[in-house]
């Protein structure tokens, strides 16, 4: 898949090349892998970045959820506005692949 990036484990990723450019309306495709056995809790969450320019720490307020998993979710779900930075929600057990839409 061409323009992508795969979130993992506990990290931060920072969605700052394009297409995956976080914000200006921006969209994607979250390629949910075996995540899509999940239906329910976050699968996904977004922070749209500090006035500092720094990394939002992981329990940082401004954590909003982009993805929660349903019964009747496929295996991939287009997510419409892209933040600044992204990590997997509480019930995302595996690597989630985003797709830069333009």
Do not use: Y
């Amino acid at each position: 898949m061409p323009n992508t990036i795969t979130i993992a484990g506990a990290a931060i990723v920072a969605l700052n090349k394009t297409p995956l450019l976080g914000g200006e309306g921006r969209e994607g495709l979250a390629h949910l892998g075996e995540n899509v056995a999940v239906t329910t809790g976050v699968l996904l969450q977004g922070h749209p970045g500090l006035a500092s320019g720094a990394t939002p720490e992981a329990g940082d307020a401004g954590w909003v959820t982009l993805l929660s998993a349903t019964a009747t979710q496929g295996p991939v779900v287009e997510i419409a506005d892209l933040p600044k930075f992204v990590k997997l929600g509480a019930a995302a057990a595996n690597p989630i692949t985003l797709e830069g839409v333009q």
